[in-house]
């Protein structure tokens, strides 16, 4: 290159620099939108992993309850009943774990066949009842005929009321035997954080799956809802049978807080004493206090909130 043609290509970058320094300047955010994104990640993935830490205790005491199921030939029934997106099924993924597959199952049952539809609504349920030193998870149980199926139409009023008035009967023949154990455990779920789910469930692929006709109604009818977990505890909470209410806004805590329970309802040998086994009162609630409570809303709003 000439001394001619060098002293133009300086020019013209000297006039180049001089554009590039009257120009506003324009801050680089990327970087720091990325850096707070990839923190947020970072502290979510080190809280999720704290919580399955915290997990882990109880979840090894449960294989002992089972190991004492077994041993003894007892018999473990856990409901997991209440709201859609409450978080029944990831608390019984939680508890089922580390567990040995061959001493519990998860029972989920789907719409009734016709023949079923003309036996005893309980039939169907107590054909999947535990074998001695098993445990039975039932993922929505019996009591669909006192919530969903009265609210949306999917039975009678007489078979509900024949149902409400008759269960905790049988109920008391289930553990008559003095080898069975029967846990009623109603997951309770806010208006607002139940919607929040929804709307997951909608936008995520993963979880698509999840949301149902029922679900899709159940905003619109959670008062219908609400006045039928009221007549559930006035009717069916007993001391023989009675109910605990998980409050599940919280996922992890009422996760923690329900095994926290089940392993302080039956007495088994080599309890780790170290850990604490007496469940978080704000998250567990007795199904007559939970009845206390669902009264004093009613005369303050003059309507069930819960």
Same mark, same amino acid.
Do not use: A, M, V, W
């Given at each position: 290159m000439s001394s001619l043609q060098t002293s133009q290509a300086k020019g013209q970058l000297s006039t180049q620099d001089a554009k590039d320094s009257t120009q506003p300047h324009k801050p680089r955010t990327s970087g720091r939108k990325d850096s707070g994104k990839n923190r947020r990640i970072f502290k979510q993935a080190l809280q999720r992993q704290e919580e399955k830490e915290e997990l882990i205790p109880y979840q090894a005491e449960l294989i002992k309850?089972?190991?004492?199921?077994e041993r003894t030939g007892k018999k473990m029934i856990i409901l997991f009943d209440g709201r859609d997106a409450s978080g029944k099924g990831g608390t019984i993924r939680r508890i089922t774990r580390y567990m040995n597959e061959k001493h519990y199952r998860v029972v989920a049952l789907g719409k009734p066949t016709d023949r079923q539809q003309t036996e005893l609504h309980i039939?169907?349920?107590?054909?999947?009842? &535990?074998?001695a030193g098993e445990i039975v998870l039932f993922d929505r149980s019996w009591y669909n005929r006192a919530m969903v199926e009265p609210v949306m139409g999917f039975c009678t009023q007489a078979q509900y009321r024949r149902f409400m008035n008759n269960i905790t009967t049988y109920e008391r023949g289930f553990v008559d035997d003095g080898q069975t154990a029967l846990l009623k455990l109603y997951f309770s779920v806010s208006k607002e954080e139940q919607a929040r789910r929804f709307e997951r469930r909608k936008?995520? &692929?993963?979880r698509h799956w999840k949301l149902s006709e029922v679900d899709l109604q159940a905003q619109d009818l959670w008062d219908e809802f609400t006045e039928k977990k009221y007549r559930l505890l006035q009717k069916t909470h007993t001391p023989d049978s009675p109910w605990y209410i998980i409050r599940s806004d919280n996922k992890h805590l009422a996760r923690l807080n329900t095994m926290r329970l089940i392993l302080s309802k039956m007495p088994y040998r080599g309890r780790r004493r170290s850990l604490n086994f007496t469940p978080d009162p704000e998250i567990i609630i007795a199904g007559d206090k939970e009845l206390q409570l669902m009264k004093a809303q009613f005369r303050k709003h003059g309507r069930f909130v819960s």
């Open positions: 309850l089972q190991e004492h199921l039939k169907r349920y107590i054909e999947q009842f &535990p074998r936008n995520d &692929p993963l």
